[in-house]
């Protein structure tokens, strides 16, 4: 069990453990200071790490939905939205989230308004689900990988964009979802009934992030449902070039959460690299992830995030092509 205050719901401990964290932001040594704001370069290796070892840290279990450890990784996720002062959508960080066995989770929401009249009504989504498998007798299923590496960028781009001089064109939405790992539900909750600002037939595109952070075990990032003729692709082939990364564009994307997306026509780019070692087993931890390809891959997301946020590309044309097909 995570340890907990005496006295405290699992809910109130981690929020205690966040204000902990928040009051000792800038030392190095705190155990919670990757989740709020710090002075490190957001896309750089030392950051994503940092993240990704609080997210997938032992106490946490397993962020199974509806455990202690799962509210502790929510609580942290708002922390850092909070910190960089990004808007609640209707004023709500959470969404809540019925998961199996009548487990609650949640979404937890940052969006931040375009400013081109002409535009800012259109909606990209950036996506990570933040939840895992929990623990069992062989024991804490830490998720690193998955999907600690996609919140871990997720962030990092929510914090790119919290320093920009000026606002995006269009309007970008963060979205970490629950209970991927039962069935997408987090992100099927968040298609049925969006945040105030981001109707869904004003979506133009998501992206979809889930195991980032095993670049090395093939040296292949995949950029799935990134077919001809959509956004996705047409932004990918031009920055892929410089990006140091060997990407393979266009492969049909399966069970994640883009496809809650797909299904109802908003086109996607789901990034994913392969783990053939330690998919859903206990030694997916922090240890193990390759970092410098962690890095580029959120150096190359967010530069197309740049690309399609402000760029001309039609994207309402695009959203009435619909997700596009193989």
Known sequence: MQHQVEGLTPRAAALLLVLAACSQAERADAPDAAMVCSTLEPLSQAALRRTVEALAAPALEGR????AGDATARALIAARFDCLG???????????VDADEGATTANVLAIVRGTDPEVADEVIVVGAHHDHLGRDERGIYAGANDNASGVAVLLALA???????????????????????QGY?????????????????????????????????QETLYALHAFAGTPGRSVLETLVPASGLNVELGDEGERADHLSFCEVGVPTTFF???????????????????????????????????????????????????CGHP
């Open 64 to 67: 199974a939905p509806g455990t």
């Open 86 to 96: 990004l808007e609640a959508p209707g004023g709500a960080r959470e969404q809540a």
């Open 159 to 181: 914090e790119t964009v919290a320093a920009r001089s000026s606002p995006p064109r269009r309007t970008i939405v963060f979205a970490a979802f629950g209970a991927e790992e």
């Open 185 to 217: 539900y987090g992100s099927l909750a968040y298609v049925a009934d969006p945040p105030s600002g981001a109707a869904l037939e004003d979506t133009v595109f998501m992206v979809n992030l889930d195991m980032v952070g095993t670049y090395a075990q």
């Open 272 to 322: 994913f690299t392969e783990d053939t070692r330690c998919y859903h087993a206990p030694c997916d931890t922090a240890d193990r992830l390759d970092y410098p390809g962690l890095a580029q891959t959120a150096r190359l997301v967010s530069a197309m995030l740049t690309e399609l946020a402000d760029g001309d590309l039609d994207l309402s044309a695009a959203r009435e092509g619909g």
